[in-house]
Each structure stands twice: as C-alpha cells, then as structure tokens.
C-alpha cells in the first residue's frame, strides 16, 4: 500500500490525557499537511510542512497541539491535556510541489 | 470567515439521471480548484481539479465548470450511479495571501449525494 498511513484509526483518552498521531506520507512526497475535521464541516488547515521545515500554522493551533517532522518522512501530532473540544476527525495528506494532495483514512479523537 | 461555501448540505438523485453540486467562492486570489469525495470513516478522495486559467474539465463522468467572474464553480456527475452516494467537498488554494501559494486547501462545508437506484 502506498497511500497516506494515519495510525492510530480511532483514539478514546480522557480529558487532561496527551495523544500523539503518526502519519507516514506518500514516499517520493515532500509535503505534509495536517487537518482537522468536525461534524458536518469541510476539513479545516491545521500545519504544513515542506520537508522537515514547519513552514505555517493555523491559528487553530493552540499551545496545547504540536507537530514535528524530524527527518522530513513521517510526522507526529501531540495534543497535551486534551479537551472535550477537541474531538474530531484529524487528517494528514501529502503532496508532491505541483500535484493534489492525498488524503490518509484519519484518526478519530474521542475525549470523554 | 468562509471563503468557500456549499450552499447546499445535501443533493437527492435518481440514478441515471445527472447531479450537480454547486460551490462558491470569495477570495480572488485562488487559483487552483478541486473536488474530493468522502465516504463515512475514510479520508477524502480526490476525484477532479481545475486551473483558473480553463473553464471546463472533463474526466469519464465527472466534469467541473469554472465561472471565475461568478466566483462559482459546480461539478456534474452523468449518469449518477448509486456508488457516487458520498460527501463531496469543493476545496481551493492558491495565490500569495496569507500564504497560501504552497497548496494548503481551503475546503467547503461538503454536500451529501444519495443516489437513489
């Protein structure tokens, strides 16, 4: 399979908890987004990276969510001391400079 | 702020017949406009794109027109068949403002298609 790789596929973790979601990009693709997805909304922009440079963040992204791309292959997103607001559809796709961006199946983040 | 919107949260068709989904846009300095599909726990799928430089699209059944005096773009699906019944999301880039140059979308709110067979 050469597709986006999104793991874990569902996450269920208690208020206050930390997560961390890995995405494993198309290979030859040297872009990396992040979205977020809620009920009955399009996904909304989260961070992109080109390589392993972070180059913009959304303003979505509060202190409590980071990400990083440490040798510009496969990416991580933590959110510390989750919220109940936090709960969505988190979605990772790639790209190559020119071409569409491919979309991985997500995680799904329940706080409870 | 909404800069793309899909006015319409959901499309009935009967199978055979064509479907159109409408978008519309507001910030000018997008370029570059595509469509994804999306199933019930899955990741977006592309399906078809358009420059701003052309109008028309065309790829088998699917085909997206582009009116960028209207800001308005749509794609037609014929025949409809019930496999298309899905989530579909208009998405933009483009441009220089706000950074946006390098391909970061700016999706819609999505349309759900049910093809009746």
């Known amino acids: 399979d050469t597709g986006v790789s999104q793991n874990p596929r569902h996450k269920i973790t208690k208020r206050g908890q930390n997560v961390t979601f890995r995405c494993d990009p198309i290979?030859?693709?040297?872009?990396l987004y992040w979205y977020r997805q809620t009920l009955g909304q399009g996904p909304e922009f989260l961070t992109y990276?080109?390589?392993?440079?972070?180059?913009?963040k959304s303003r979505l992204l509060s202190d409590r969510f980071s990400a990083e791309r440490p040798k510009g292959s496969f990416s991580t997103l933590e959110i510390q001391r989750t919220e109940q607001g936090d709960s969505a559809m988190y979605l990772c796709a790639s790209s190559s400079m020119q071409g569409e961006a491919f979309f991985g199946q997500g995680t799904r983040l329940t706080v409870v | 702020d909404q800069q793309v919107k899909q006015n319409s949260p959901s499309l009935s068709v009967q199978e055979g017949r064509i479907s159109i989904l409408n978008c519309d846009y507001t910030n000018s300095m997008f370029d570059y406009f595509l469509w994804y599909k999306k199933y019930p726990a899955e990741g977006p799928t592309f399906l078809i794109s358009i420059s701003s430089i052309k109008d028309k699209n065309e790829d088998g059944r699917f085909t997206v027109f582009l009116n960028k005096s209207a800001k308005h773009l749509s794609l037609h699906i014929v025949p409809s068949q019930p496999g298309d019944s899905a989530v579909y999301f208009c998405?933009?880039?483009?441009?220089?403002?706000?950074?946006?140059?390098?391909?970061?979308?700016?999706f819609g709110q999505g349309t759900i298609l049910t093809v009746h067979p």
């Open positions: 998405a933009a880039k483009g441009g220089n403002a706000g950074g946006t140059s390098y391909g970061k979308l700016t």
């Open positions: 290979s030859e693709h040297n872009r």
């Open positions: 990276f080109q390589n392993e440079a972070q180059l913009e």
